[in-house]
């Protein structure tokens, strides 16, 4: 079946980094445009950047911009977001999305806490 599995999130200080991973099976991921997306607490989910399936093109938020970089391994079937500067309004549950012109998957979603 098809599965989307985050991993990498955890708790880093004000200025630090992290990079996720998930890691994609079930489907044909070379196909797919891969996103991450981002859930604030009383916030709703927001784009934080996506890839397209050749990895060709990107597109980042704006806030996320110059800070965050979307990268993908189409071998490993494994899409990457490095995420630089990190800022506590940064803190949320990071989501990984599969999406083609016909499906879209979703990740259970990694915790980033970013706090001193």
């Known amino acids: 079946q098809v599965q989307l599995v985050e991993s990498g999130g955890g708790v880093v200080q004000p200025g630090g980094s992290l990079r996720l991973s998930c890691a994609a099976s079930?489907?044909?991921?070379?196909?797919?445009?891969m996103s991450w997306y981002r859930q604030a607490p009383g916030k709703e989910r927001e784009l934080v950047a996506r890839?397209?399936?050749?990895?060709?093109?990107?597109n980042y938020a704006d806030s996320m911009k110059g800070r965050f970089t979307i990268s993908r391994d189409n071998a490993k079937n494994t899409v990457y977001l490095q995420m630089n500067s990190l800022k506590p309004e940064d803190t949320a549950v990071y989501y990984c999305?599969?999406?083609?012109?016909?499906?879209?998957?979703w990740g259970k979603g990694i915790l980033v806490t970013v706090s001193s």
């Open positions: 890839i397209t399936s050749s990895g060709g093109s990107t």
């Open positions: 079930g489907f044909t991921f070379s196909s797919y445009a």
């Open positions: 999305n599969a999406q083609s012109s016909v499906m879209r998957y």
